[in-house]
């Protein structure tokens, strides 16, 4: 633990960096070191922190892990340096007013371990005092005054030898030179230009990079897909990467070379070492610094582009796991396959398995009347409401099934959604699946997740490594670790918002709520099990292993309809129940005819039941809560229309206006479900008639949008379409562009939305209606591919 004033500095920088008070973020640091959860924080400690949201305290909770873990590193810096004997009291300041890794290791970066170097062979053999003496005496002969250093015992066998030992020592002094290096980092890093080019004979096997055979972009304001898209092919060994200094590279390489001889106090003034010096440092800036700088901006943009591409997933999941729920309704999985054939799965209303089946409505069987027999029996027989379909191959066929099934039944009740099967399969194979259905043959675990999932998306899919949901961006490219740990975070915060009924949840659903490890998740449905269902929130005290530590943590997020207790259905925190109890006296009413009456809730002020402990901010809060206890914050349910007879990439026109779902939002547009089997792709420019700065801002993971078709390229099946649905599609490309851009012709590019559909001058403004968006690069596709697997 840090002491208490290095703990007072990073509370400052932290709430700086958040837009807090020093003490917000001090009290939430110390919540968080005592164990309590981010959701708990944000919800119920409000007063405490002075009101920090959950977005402000995961921020603090990433800062305060590299703040500490850059603290931990800086002690151990001292201590090398200082065992060393070389830790001088201006290199201490310096060590302890570094605020980045990366300026702590550029100073620690002459002392560090290292094996044995040209130059600490040169200062065995006794060559420094050369480079010292021609370094502040530019007069001397280089030969002549190397010739007195000639020593072939200690491997220095002419002036020459002694010369290149010198220069030796001299690059790695200037290239470790911390001041120099932290100078020459951020004016590379604001100036550098990456340049990609293709590897000779890989134009064939890496063509879905082709429009970055040879590209170059501004290092600084590349986007982040387009950067990982870049590392990703350098990775296949598609393409070779370089950082030049700015757009005139050879003049960029003579500006950096002048820092370090001026950084070294060198200069032509035709003295005779002048030259030999300005060689050393044109070699010093060409073959060491360039090089380290290049690997140490890469992976910091590497680490920056991740970091987008982590948020984007993350927004995405939380999307998909907020989606609007079908509620308690029987519903139909339907898992679509050809040869194998459909797997189908009837859950009841509370999730119970109640009937399976195998169909083969498709080649090469092709018994279209039975299975159309068969799921209208089901259907009668069990009452269904919805039939769920998956979105993977023969999805669009087997809609057509159901359609049917619909019209067979005569039932105006009952709907056919198709439902994203991403994870479906994952889930089929998992531990938690075979525990959950131990005799039940894996393929048809995916139908049974396809009808679940429908009916509440969340407590579905926390049963799937969030990774496997398959929403992310270059998901397979990023730290996976880094990955884990942030998609983690937003199950826990969509979980903890919605609320759980711990009578009826899974162990998946328990785990992720605040305070509950998998273990006490476990105990708490085997004690359910065991003893029937829980009646107040406080018998969960009785659960082996939860303690009031984390009956704390988790209390105010578990539901309990039906209960003894009404407030324990609602979002009120037991600690609290005496505020409550504080207004219903007020009000002279049962609690029961309080709870729902909004408008006299809505006429009370929190002023007059607020007490020590519990503020203004939670009597607000608990108010809301009895207005509409037990709310859910997600959007109400409602399914989109996929167009009839368009059911393969083949079946779509230019100019056709279609109804379709946003499976998922990049940072250069979303890609969106039209019931094809292939994804199209609306890109930021043509998401609204107005600026579009972050597609989220205007559609999100689940959304129902009209399209219109743009662009159909079906060998590469890429799919362009506009939200504005007076765009004219993109004119036809004549033979000789078609073959041009089979070469690798890079298109028009800019640095702030994804290379496409913007007015020169790279604002990422909308191009005018008529001018319409063509299908997108090989990022697109890269991503396609990223999203299926």
């Not at 009937?355 to 279209?368: K, S």
């Not at 004690?527 to 704390?552: A, C, M």
């Amino acid at each position: 633990m840090q002491d208490s004033k290095l703990a007072q500095q990073i509370a400052q920088t932290i709430a700086t960096e958040i837009g807090a008070q020093t003490a917000q973020a001090k009290a939430a640091i110390a919540l968080l070191d005592e164990g309590a959860s981010v959701p708990f924080i944000a919800r119920y400690r409000k007063e405490v922190t002075g009101g920090l949201d959950d977005t402000q305290l995961r921020n603090l909770e990433v800062r305060l892990t590299y703040l500490r873990e850059l603290e931990d590193r800086r002690a151990a810096v001292l201590a090398s340096i200082g065992e060393q004997g070389k830790l001088s009291e201006e290199l201490r300041n310096d060590i302890l007013a570094a605020d980045t890794k990366s300026r702590l290791e550029d100073l620690y970066l002459p002392y560090k371990p290292k094996r044995r170097t040209k130059a600490q062979i040169a200062r065995e053999a006794g060559l420094e005092p050369l480079a010292d003496g021609l370094l502040g005496d530019p007069s001397r002969d280089p030969q002549a005054f190397a010739a007195g250093f000639i020593d072939a015992d200690k491997g220095v066998a002419d002036a020459k030898a002694a010369l290149e030992g010198a220069r030796a020592i001299l690059m790695e002094r200037w290239g470790e030179d911390a001041a120099l290096v932290g100078e020459l980092r951020q004016w590379l890093g604001e100036n550098g230009v990456i340049r990609a080019r293709v590897a000779e004979g890989k134009e064939n096997e890496g063509a879905k990079y082709r429009d970055y055979f040879d590209h170059a972009e501004s290092l600084a304001k590349i986007p982040s897909h387009r950067l990982l898209a870049l590392f990703r092919a350098r990775r296949e060994e598609i393409l070779y990467l370089e950082l030049d200094p700015g757009s005139e590279a050879e003049a960029g390489h003579q500006y950096a070379e002048g820092r370090v001889a001026r950084k070294a106090g060198i200069a032509d003034k035709g003295r005779p070492a002048d030259r030999w010096l300005l060689d050393a440092c044109r070699l010093a800036w060409r073959a060491k610094l360039h090089m380290h700088l290049l690997l140490d901006l890469f992976n910091q943009a590497r680490e920056k582009a991740e970091a987008e591409a982590i948020a984007v997933f993350g927004d995405n999941l939380k999307d998909l796991l907020l989606a609007a729920p079908a509620g308690p309704k029987t519903v139909l999985g339907l898992d679509p396959g050809i040869r194998t054939g459909c797997k189908v799965a009837v859950v009841d209303a509370t999730g119970k398995l109640v009937a399976t089946d195998t169909i083969y409505p498709h080649e090469p069987r092709r018994q279209w009347e039975q299975s159309l027999q068969a799921l209208k029996q089901l259907c009668s027989k069990y009452n269904v409401e919805l039939i769920a379909i998956g979105n993977g191959t023969a999805s669009r066929e087997t809609d057509k099934l159901a359609g049917e099934v619909i019209k067979a039944c005569n039932n105006p009740k009952l709907q056919k959604v198709v439902v994203s099967e991403a994870g479906a399969s994952v889930y089929s194979a998992s531990e938690f699946a075979a525990r959950e259905f131990p005799n039940l043959d894996v393929s048809l675990r995916g139908a049974v997740s396809i009808a679940r999932r429908l009916q509440d998306p969340l407590a579905e899919l926390v049963k799937i490594e969030p990774k496997a949901i398959g929403v992310g961006q270059y998901q397979h490219d990023v730290d996976q670790f880094r990955l884990a740990k942030a998609l983690d975070a937003r199950v826990e915060d969509c979980v903890n918002a919605v609320g759980v009924f711990v009578n009826t949840a899974s162990a998946a659903l328990l785990s992720r709520v605040s305070g509950l490890s998998t273990t006490v998740a476990e105990n708490i449905v085997r004690h359910r099990d065991e003893n029937g269902p829980f009646k107040r929130r406080k018998e969960l005290l009785k659960v082996p292993r939860l303690g009031d530590k984390t009956f704390e943590q988790c209390a105010g997020f578990l539901r309990i309809a039906d209960g003894d207790e009404p407030l324990d259905a609602s979002a009120v925190h037991p600690e609290a129940y005496p505020v409550v109890e504080r207004i219903v006296a007020a009000a002279d009413r049962p609690i029961k005819a309080l709870l729902g009456d909004g408008s006299y809730l809505r006429g009370l002020k929190a002023e007059q039941f607020t007490d020590e402990k519990f503020g203004v901010p939670t009597v607000r809060d608990i108010l809301k809560e009895m207005e509409k206890p037990g709310r859910d914050p997600r959007p109400e349910f409602k399914a989109a229309r996929f167009a009839e007879g368009v059911e393969d990439i083949k079946d779509l026109r230019e100019g056709m206006v279609l109804e379709g779902v946003v499976s998922n939002v990049a940072a250069f547009g979303a890609f969106v479900d039209i019931g094809v089997h292939q994804d199209g792709l609306i890109h930021i420019s043509a998401l609204s008639d107005t600026f579009v700065k972050d597609p989220r801002d205007v559609v999100k993971a689940g959304d129902i949008v009209k399209v219109k078709v743009l662009e159909v390229d079906v060998p590469r099946k890429r799919i362009a379409l506009t939200r504005r649905l007076d765009d004219a599609p993109a004119p036809k490309k004549s033979e000789s562009e078609e073959r041009g851009a089979g070469q690798g012709m890079a298109p028009r590019r800019d640095s702030g939305n994804g290379g496409r559909g913007a007015r020169p001058g790279g604002n990422g403004n909308p191009r005018p209606a008529q001018s319409a968006p063509p299908i997108n690069n090989a990022l697109a596709e890269a991503f396609a591919k990223a999203r299926k697997g």
